[in-house]
């Protein structure tokens, strides 16, 4: 069982802050894919009343920060254009540059 409560992940004597660190935390890890966050609050109820009704389960343990395989629009499309004149298919405008890094 993947599956455990949020509540029980830390301790109950921990301070205010170090709650929302790991909150902080646990939405990072959701929104790379590898936790899923599930509230135990009944069906339809989209009201989180206390911690105890938040569940985490663990989807993925292979972790990879997001900024690592992120490669923003603006970057990609260079990339294409780069592409396409290297190869000679593409007509190049010559006022134009291509930033490198």
Do not use: W
């Amino acid at each position: 069982n993947n599956v455990v409560g949020f509540s029980t992940i830390f301790p109950k004597d921990c301070e205010g802050y170090e709650v929302c660190r790991l909150f902080l935390s646990t939405l990072m890890l959701c929104n790379c894919g590898n936790v899923a966050v599930h509230n135990d609050g009944g069906e339809g109820d989209d009201n989180i009343e206390s911690l105890d009704s938040l569940n985490i389960e663990l989807l993925n343990s292979a972790f990879q920060a997001p900024m690592e395989s992120f490669i923003a629009p603006s970057a990609d499309d260079l990339h294409q254009k780069e592409n396409v004149a290297s190869s000679g298919l593409g007509m190049v405008d010559e006022n134009v540059s291509i930033a490198h890094d």
